[in-house]
């Protein structure tokens, strides 16, 4: 299943709404930021820019491009003493990436809009917001399990929740028709479809 995401928007001095693709190391598209994220990242030596559109961005002492596309620097995900963050951040988001935006309940996979995360040992409980009790669920199971354990609600689940090491990569899903003509050569055909 795609990731689909809501593609964050800034007006430019130019009145236009410019959005900045997000490249991996490998040039693999991540996801759409800002512009004016993007220009922060750039300036933080995190990113460079691969293509750019037309409007110029100006302050008394620079001028430049307004990126349209820029890609991480190799390592720009380190720390400071250059070693790699420890697991993945905690997140909806991630949940459901590690979970493949399936219920983990009836098994069925859907949108990223139709999913809720459950808590398999219920709050109530005294179950925590961590990620291995934390669950991706359809909003009919989430509601049929209510405040039980999978062993009380009798819906055993599909695969114990744990802590990932990494997330698979799920490429963004973005409406063909909103993508600026700048990032085309960046998708490839199949990869942009309609949200």
């Not at 795609?2 to 490249?23: C, D, F, I, N, Y």
């Not at 693999?28 to 293509?51: I, Q, R, S, Y």
Request: hydrophobic share 35%.
């Amino acid at each position: 299943m795609k990731q689909e995401q809501r593609a964050p928007q800034e007006v430019h001095q130019s009145g236009r709404v410019h959005r900045t693709l997000m490249l991996t190391p490998w040039y693999l598209p991540h996801k759409v930021v800002t512009w004016k994220d993007a220009v922060t990242m750039l300036f933080l030596g995190k990113v460079e820019v691969v293509v750019s559109y037309d409007e110029e961005l100006r302050s008394p002492s620079i001028t430049l491009k307004t990126p349209a596309v820029v890609r991480l620097k190799e390592g720009a995900g380190r720390s400071k003493l250059g070693h790699r963050r420890e697991g993945v951040k905690f997140s909806r988001i991630n949940v459901y990436l590690r979970d493949d935006f399936t219920c983990q309940y009836c098994r069925v996979k859907l949108p990223m809009g139709k999913l809720t995360y459950d808590h398999v040992v219920p709050r109530a409980q005294g179950g925590r917001t961590v990620w291995e009790n934390i669950v991706t669920a359809c909003y009919e199971c989430n509601s049929q399990k209510g405040n039980r354990t999978p062993q009380a609600a009798r819906m055993p689940l599909k695969q114990e929740p744990r802590r990932p090491k990494s997330l698979p990569h799920h490429p963004l899903m973005l409406d063909i028709k909103t993508v600026p003509s700048e990032w085309q050569d960046f998708f490839q055909v199949g990869v942009v479809g309609s949200a």
